[in-house]
């Protein structure tokens, strides 16, 4: 061949003379066998396929909401707690506030289409107990949360284990000057009673249920469209600083259970659970707060509010409690002359027919 033509092909390079004399050489990757490209497109293609079935169930998407919304709560939150226990001049209590509060608006933001972002055990109990949600997404929602809550308390713990062995001295306690389980769960002071606490976590957490409901329940006067994160977050922080001290304002078995069985398995011990037999207090009392908060507000609020007229696709005139009214005659004019009248006896008068009930696609929100 001439100077510049081809001179030799092998291995995926093409090699030829240049104008000059000089050798020169292109590489050509080796092409992929179209068998083996289908092949693991028929390896693939079923675990994908399948995969994707699974994530679009809807308890799979709800749980997994659930999970990584409370997960970032509570990261946040313990987050800040660390910062309070641990840190000299890093924390304070309103810095507390306002990590679970921020904590719990972005959380909102994170699964609030999916599955409305409880993250709070005692939130969705109240929803199932007055149908608002199904009791067969009730186990869904709750293990959700507790295991998010879960991997963020363990998450913490890895992030912060060389300030807590260097605050405790190596010695993980619950109670004393050098406590540490106290970060990842609420314990309650030397003045508090047991009762005395469970009365406090009724109260705040029906205050908490209570105040969700006005913010959402469109028939009242609801946070405006894309800003109802940010004020629940700012209802989470006014609850700590006014309401908080007493218990820490568990409110929410998901925030406390989790975190405190994590600490019984990380060396805390079996005393997270003895004292003061305080364990189970924030398991059973945001239950009954949240519940008997929602109970008010649907009787005292929600059954007084108003409803809106409704507007049928057929309009028909009432008065006198739904008598039907004929439509008004149009004035008798005569256009032609030729037209003669018509008698309407008794006999052969049209019935009036009844009127028909609301069709089914007129909704009514029922909270």
Request: aromatic share 12%; with cysteine.
């Amino acid at each position: 061949m001439g100077a510049r033509g081809p001179h030799m092909v092998m291995h995926g390079s093409w090699s030829w003379m240049g104008a000059n004399g000089s050798s020169r050489q292109l590489y050509i990757p080796p092409m992929r066998s179209p068998r083996s490209t289908c092949r693991a497109r028929m390896i693939l293609s079923p675990v994908v396929i399948r995969m994707q079935a699974i994530m679009q169930k809807e308890m799979v998407r709800e749980f997994l909401a659930e999970l990584m919304s409370t997960f970032v709560m509570m990261v946040f939150g313990l987050g800040s707690v660390a910062h309070m226990v641990l840190g000299e001049n890093f924390g304070s209590f309103l810095g507390v506030n306002l990590g679970f509060g921020f904590g719990v608006a972005i959380g909102v933001h994170v699964a609030g289409k999916i599955s409305g972002a409880h993250m709070n055990a005692a939130v969705t109990f109240t929803n199932c107990a007055l149908g608002n949600l199904s009791w067969k997404k009730f186990p869904v929602y709750v293990l959700g949360q507790f295991v998010g809550s879960f991997l963020a308390a363990a998450s913490i713990y890895g992030i912060f284990y060389a300030a807590i062995m260097d605050y405790s001295g190596g010695h993980l306690t619950v109670t004393g000057p050098v406590a540490t389980a106290n970060i990842f769960a609420t314990y309650l002071p030397e003045y508090m009673t047991l009762w005395r606490g469970f009365l406090d976590e009724v109260f705040v957490t029906g205050m908490l249920q209570l105040c969700l409901f006005a913010i959402t329940d469109k028939r009242n006067n609801p946070a405006l469209p894309g800003t109802q994160a940010v004020v629940i977050g700012i209802l989470i922080v006014v609850i700590g600083v006014s309401l908080g001290m007493n218990t820490g304002y568990a409110i929410n078995p998901s925030r406390d259970l989790p975190p405190r069985f994590f600490t019984f398995i990380a060396g805390w011990g079996t005393e997270v659970f003895r004292v003061k037999n305080w364990w189970w207090v924030p398991v059973v009392a945001p239950l009954l707060g949240a519940y008997l908060g929602g109970i008010i507000y649907v009787v005292f609020i929600g059954s007084t509010i108003p409803r809106e007229p409704q507007i049928l696709e057929n309009p028909v005139e009432y008065e006198d409690h739904q008598t039907p009214v004929l439509p008004k005659t149009m004035p008798h004019q005569t256009a032609n002359p030729s037209l003669a009248s018509v008698s309407v006896s008794l006999d052969n008068r049209t019935p009036v027919q009844p009127i028909p009930p609301l069709s089914d696609n007129i909704q009514v929100q029922q909270f």
